[in-house]
C-alpha cells in the first residue's frame, strides 16, 4: 500500500477512536458511541441535528427538545427521547400528568429511563443514526427508530408498553431536513397532553452552523408560579418585574407558567436574533373586584376542594371542610405525646395552599412597621419558605393578611382528612413525596416544588420543607382532657405547638400526629408557618 494511503488510514482510525471525546459537550440529548458500521459507500463526516417537534392541538408547532453533533464514517449515534407523563389510573388504565419531554444519556437498549419523572413516559423513541453515503447534491442516513407507547399498568404498577421498530433510508440535501412521524395523536392524546402529531426532523449540513440566540422576558399574574421553556423548568415567576430567559435558540418556543394547583397557561413565542420576546400569561380568572380584602374563587383543585386567591399577600387558599375525625395515634403508635387518640370535631376553615414564602412576607414588611427578621444562612429567596420566624412574627402576619395561626386540631385535620392517615398522602413513607432527610436535597427548597407531598384536600408542604408555628400551648399530655368540639389548646404554657417537621427530619418527626413543643421566641432557621381564616363565605361574594 503506498505510503500516503496508510497515513490517510491512520489518520481516520485515529479520528474514530477520539468519536466519543469529540461528542462529550452535547449533552441536551444523549449520544453515545456504537459499535463500528461496515462500510456503506462513500460517506465523509457530517454535521446532523435531530429535533422533537411537537405539533399541538391549538395549531401551533414547536422544538420539544433537540441535538447536534458530527457523524463520522463507520460510527453510529444514538439517542433516547422522552414525551408525556402518565400515571396509574382505575382498573390497570392510565391517566396523565403533564405533557412533559426530555432526553438523556443511556448506556445502552436495556439501560433504565434516566429521568427523574412524577410519572412514567408515556412515549419512549430510541434512535440509531449511521452514515450511508453523502455527495454534493444529498447525505444519506440510515435511521432506525424504535418507539415504546404505554398502554397499561400492571397490578405490580409498572407501566407497560407496544413496542415497534421502523428503518428509514433518508436522503438530506444539504441545509435541508428530513422528517419522520413517531405519533399520529388518538383523541385520548390529545385530550391528555394537548397534541396533535410529534415528529422526528433531521437537518444535515457539511459544518455545524452559527446558533443564534434571542431572549425571553415572562410575567405573570401568580407570583412563584412556575416556568417552562419547552417544556423543562428553568425559573419561578417574580413580583418585582420579568423573569428573563436568557440565550434562548432563536425559532419557535413554547412557554408555559403553572401555579402550585397546576393551573396552566401557554404560549409559542417567535425568537429573533439578538431580540427580546416579551409574554405576559394569565392564569387567575377575572374578577370585577380588586379589594385585597377579599378572596377570589378559583374554582376546585384536582382533589376536588374550592381553593381562593388572596390579593393582600398573594397566596392560594384552599378550603377544608367541617366534620368529625381521629387526633393523634392509635394505641401502640407513635409518642407518648401522640395519646390518646380521640375523636375531634372542627368547624370548616380555609388554609394557605403553601408556607409563607419571602416573597409575602416582604409585602407585610413593607406594608407595617414590622422589624425585619435576621435571614438564614440561605438568604431570603422570593420562592423559599419563610424560616427563622418568631411565633409572634408569625401571628402578626397572618393578622395582616386577614387570618390567624391555625389550632393545632385545625392543621392535623387539614394534613390527615377522615381516615387517620400517617403522612398527608397516606399510611406509608415514600421518600421521593416531600423535601426531607430522607428525600430531598438537605437543603431549602421554594413552595410547591413538591406537588406529591399533598394531603387530601390539595395543601401541599404539611410535611417537610420547614416546621410550622400552630396558635396553641403546648402540654405533653393535653389530648387526655382535650374538648371534642373545636380545641385550642391548653389555656397557659411556656412553648407553643410546632407541627410537619423541616427539610432535616425523618420520616419519624414528619408524621401528621407529630407534635414539638418549641419556645414562641425561638428563631429557629427551619422554623416557618401558614394561615388560616374562619370560612366566612360572605367573603367569596
Known sequence: MPKSRLHKVGTFRLAARSFCRALAPFALIA????????????????????????????????????????????????????????????????????????????????????????????????VTLEPAATSENEVQLQASVTIRRLTAFGTDGKPAYDEHTKTRMLRVPPGSSAVIPILVASLEETVAFGVRELLLRFRVAGSRPRIEYGEVAVTSDVPRAKIFLDGGLVGRISSDGPFVLSAVRIGKREIVVEDPSGRKARI???????????????????????????????GRNPQGSEEFWREKDTALVVRIPGGEFRMGSAEGEGEQNEHPQHAVRVQGFLMDKTEVTWGQYKRFLAASSQPPPKSPVWGMPEPLPVSSISWGEAGAFCAWAGGRLPTEAEWERAARGDDARRYPWGNAFEPWRCNTRDGGPHAPTPAADYPDCVSPYGVLDLSGSVSEWCSDWYEDMYYAKSPAENPTGPENGTRRVSRGGAWMNAAEFIRVVSRAGIEPTWHGPMQGFRC????NKEEEK
Open 532 to 535: 388560616v381564616q374562619d370560612d
Open 268 to 298: 409559542v413565542v417567535q425568537v429573533k436574533k439578538g431580540s427580546r420576546a416579551n409574554v405576559a400569561l394569565t392564569l387567575l380568572p377575572t374578577s370585577a373586584s380588586s379589594s385585597p380584602g377579599r378572596l377570589r374563587p378559583l
Open 31 to 126: 449520544i453515545v458511541c456504537g459499535s463500528p458500521t461496515k462500510a456503506a459507500g462513500k460517506a465523509g463526516a457530517v454535521w446532523v441535528r435531530l429535533e422533537l417537534v411537537e405539533n399541538a392541538s391549538d395549531g401551533s408547532g414547536f422544538n420539544r427538545c433537540e441535538i447536534e453533533g458530527t457523524l463520522k464514517p463507520r460510527h453510529a449515534l444514538s439517542s433516547r427521547i422522552f414525551y408525556g407523563e402518565a400515571q396509574a389510573g382505575a382498573a390497570a388504565s392510565w391517566e396523565p400528568v403533564r405533557p412533559q419531554s426530555g432526553c438523556g444519556l443511556v448506556a445502552s437498549e436495556r439501560a433504565a429511563n434516566p429521568w427523574t419523572l412524577r410519572g412514567s413516559p408515556y412515549l419512549v423513541v430510541d
